[in-house]
């Protein structure tokens, strides 16, 4: 059962240009979804995260789009560099929920191309 | 410095065995938790544990414990270890136990059994 859903286990775009990651979810007790970046052999790294009560976070670089009726969300990387090449994970969870941790969704494979 | 440790980094055993992973974090966290991530790529939450309550994902077999000897520590036990039980493990830690704090995780385990 997959409540947070990637779709898309890769994604290639050209450095410079826009990076869009999607995500949707299935849970609608889900309110807090965060964005987590992964190197090879090394642990998930905190990118950016949005509340249920907010449409759109933006840090950098970085946005997060959320759209609550279609239970989805986007992360936006624009410029795109080559840095940015790495697993990004969605994660969400249900604040009401205590420590329950977070449910993450398979990932997806950025490539960032010269 | 290392926010959160895990040691070891690879684990290779043989069915049956009972193994301890150790993981440390020097955020002065309240929470920490133990992941894993299984060969489809999922992260699934095992447990949570701060200092008054541990939360058991109700699908992860007995055999695996958590043991937390200070606030710092949370190291994960594994009973006759299974070929299935073969993954990623990461430990992750929080401010508070709300979930609304960025998780910080460790670099990973990776456990072969065999």
């Known amino acids: 059962d997959q409540q947070v859903k990637q779709n898309s286990p890769s994604l290639s775009v050209q450095e410079g240009r826009i990076s869009i990651l999607n995500c949707d979810y299935t849970?609608?007790?889900?309110?807090?979804f965060l964005w987590y970046k992964k190197y090879p052999a090394e642990g998930p790294t905190f990118l950016i995260s949005?509340?249920?009560?907010?449409d759109k976070n933006e840090d950098g670089r970085f946005t997060v789009f959320l759209n609550k009726s279609a239970k989805h969300l986007s992360l936006h990387i624009v410029p795109s560099q080559p840095g940015d090449s790495a697993v990004y994970f969605c994660?969400?969870?249900?604040?009401?929920?205590?420590?329950?941790?977070?449910?993450f969704g398979k990932g997806t494979h950025l490539i960032i191309q010269p | 410095d290392t926010a959160v440790s895990q040691t070891p980094k690879y684990l290779v055993t043989q069915m049956g065995n009972d193994k301890s992973i150790k993981c440390e974090q020097n955020?002065?966290?309240?929470?920490m938790y133990w992941y894993k991530q299984d060969s489809k790529k999922f992260l699934k939450i095992m447990f949570s544990?701060?200092?008054?309550?541990?939360?058991i994902n109700e699908t992860v077999p007995n055999r695996f414990s958590p043991k937390s000897p200070d606030k710092a520590h949370l190291n994960l036990h594994i009973n006759s270890l299974e070929l299935g039980d073969s993954a990623v493990y990461f430990c992750?830690?929080?401010?508070?136990?709300?979930?609304?704090?960025?998780?910080?995780f460790g670099p990973g385990t990776r456990l072969l059994v065999l």
């Open positions: 992750a830690s929080s401010q508070g136990n709300s979930n609304q704090e960025t998780q910080y």
């Open positions: 849970n609608s007790m889900f309110d807090y």
């Open positions: 949005i509340s249920s009560i907010k």
């Open positions: 994660a969400a969870f249900y604040s009401g929920g205590g420590a329950d941790g977070l449910t």
């Open positions: 955020l002065g966290h309240d929470t």
């Open positions: 544990y701060n200092n008054k309550e541990l939360i």
